[in-house]
């Protein structure tokens, strides 16, 4: 998905340009920032997902050594103890993954809000450039159809960083 995406973005960039410099020129204004702002989300992402996985570790482990053992915790009277070494764990999972959604909460409409800023500002640019009759309204409507692909691809790649993120840190743990 992402190496189509990528390809699909690079041609599509390409046929923006062939048809009106100017205008493929404000369709990529956004990108930058998009790229930055994938840059250092996908640390954070990253970081938190092995700390999720790290917190299950813990979990499972919990779980592992009072499941089997319960005879044991009843014949001490462990339960309470038992009870709330399972609690803190679960906290601490609950406690890492609002952060990683808090991280994905604010990075997903931030890169729609670019797309669609830029659309805006194309959509202004285009219709300015129509009232001075330097393009004709069949060039603009053929921009705005690509730029929609664009964009859309664009979007399809940012949602790729949570899973690229997500299988780095579960792989980063096998190893």
Known sequence: DFANDLLMI???????????????????????????LVNSVRGKLRRGFD?????????????ADTIPGIRVVKAFAQEQREIER???????????????????????????????AGL???WA???WQVSRH????????????????FY?????????VSVTQRAAAGAQRVF
């Not at 859309?152 to 790729?160: F, G, H, Y």
Request: proline residues 4%; glycine residues 2%; aromatic residues 8%.
């Open 10 to 36: 690079v041609l599509t960039a390409c046929i923006l340009i062939s048809i009106d410099p100017m205008l493929a020129l404000v369709t990529l204004l956004p990108f930058p920032v998009i790229a930055v």
């Open 51 to 63: 700390q999720s996985r790290r917190a299950w570790s813990r979990m499972t482990s919990v779980l």
């Open 86 to 116: 399972f609690r803190k764990t679960n906290e601490q999972i609950l406690h890492v993954n609002d952060r990683v959604n808090r991280t994905w909460s604010y990075f997903g409409p931030v890169v729609v809000l670019l797309t669609e």
């Open 120 to 122: 805006l500002v194309i």
């Open 125 to 127: 640019c285009g219709a």
């Open 134 to 149: 330097e393009i004709t309204v069949g060039v603009l409507t053929a921009f705005l159809t690509y730029i929609s692909r």
């Open 152 to 160: 859309s691809r664009l979007d399809s790649m940012s949602r790729i």
